[in-house]
């Protein structure tokens, strides 16, 4: 593993269907944060966790749930699938939450479909 | 609320020069980044800025006024695979990045 992987890449779901998308990094980063994209639209942040053991939400936390329970892992699970939540989603992390220059590392990203 | 303004898409010519403007309204600031993002790839880090004024590096640079609560980014001498999404991005009082919507740049031959 080098950097930031997701899983899977794409998926198409039915609505009402619960999904699980996976984020592994091995920079031994604190902080991990969950975005999705949407065309017209800035990245919007889901949820972020400053270090393993702890969450918070962002800006569109509804209808989505994460866990931290170790450095390198941060699944963002979706209870319960619908339309509007088909996006791109992209897991990042960073070294640091704080101030500074800490750049945020991308994954590749999966498009996500709910019909 | 939390804004950031760039243009949605913007054309220029192979070996020119162009400028991506972005201004925004956070509350707070801990410093401004430009990401470069790729049709169908995740963003890249470009530059940072906390301090007003310009930071270069390579062809690519990016001016900051916060009195202004304006930046730049400038591109020089062009190339086609500079042809991408660039987003500008705040990292406001919480440290959390808040993202403009991005500004399509098409490098024209």
Known sequence: I???TQAPTSQILAAGRRMTLRCTQDMRHNAMYWYRQDLGLGLRLIHYSNTA???GKGEVPDGYSVSRANTDDFPLTLASAVPSQTSVYFCASSDSDAGGPDEQFFGP???LTVL | GQNIDQPTEMTATEGAIVQINCTYQTSGFNGLFWYQQHAG??????SYNVLDGLEEKGRFSSFL???KGYSYLLLKELQMKDSASYLCAVKDS???LIWGAG???IIKP
């Open chain 2, 103 to 105: 500004t399509k740049l």
């Open chain 2, 65 to 67: 006024s916060r009195s």
């Open chain 1, 2 to 4: 080098a950097g930031i």
């Open chain 2, 94 to 96: 919480n440290y959390q």
């Open chain 2, 41 to 46: 790839e995740a963003p890249t880090f470009l």
């Open chain 1, 53 to 55: 053991g702890t969450t």
């Open chain 1, 109 to 111: 990203g999966t498009r």
